[in-house]
């Protein structure tokens, strides 16, 4: 499946990503190992059981944005960006656990020609990752830069 070009996404349009992802503890404790991220919050249990209100470790933060922005790859970017230029407005509101299912919606928030290539423009997305709970579990604004449509 191919991404969308800069000229074919519209300003307010959503779109709700029909993959979505079971994490599992796997994927939490090698991603923060790889990233050397050494936090007993995500890797180590009897510390979590014992120390921590939640009782369990936490997904990694960072795991849940790459998840995240990942899924939406397919139904949006995928061929047709030439890079990311940004990513803010970036928040957790919500603990994500082993076991948690994530499904995400991305918004289209604007969108502007670049001013140093005739062949791209700039497009703004809010990104959300839900569990199946409902409850939101990680958001952000991300700037692409897009292709447009060849000529």
Do not use: W
Request: proline residues 5%; glycine residues 8%.
């Amino acid at each position: 499946m191919k991404g969308k070009y800069f000229e074919e996404f519209e300003e307010g349009e959503v779109v709700d990503h029909p993959i979505k992802r079971t994490v599992t503890e796997m994927d939490n404790v090698l991603f923060s190992t790889m990233t050397h991220n050494p936090q007993p919050l995500h890797i180590d249990f009897e510390y979590c059981r014992n120390e921590t209100e939640f009782g369990q470790p936490l997904v990694n933060s960072l795991f849940t944005l790459g998840l995240m922005i990942g899924i939406s790859v397919n139904d949006t970017t995928l061929g047709t960006t030439i890079a990311n230029l940004g990513m803010s407005d970036v928040k957790f509101p919500n603990p994500l656990f082993h076991g948690d299912t994530v499904r995400i919606r991305t918004t289209v928030l604007g969108k502007r020609e670049s001013r140093s290539r005739p062949n791209a423009g700039i497009v703004e997305f809010k990104h959300e990752a839900f569990k199946q709970s409902g409850e939101c579990v990680a958001e952000c604004t991300r700037q692409a830069f897009m292709l447009k449509k060849p000529v």
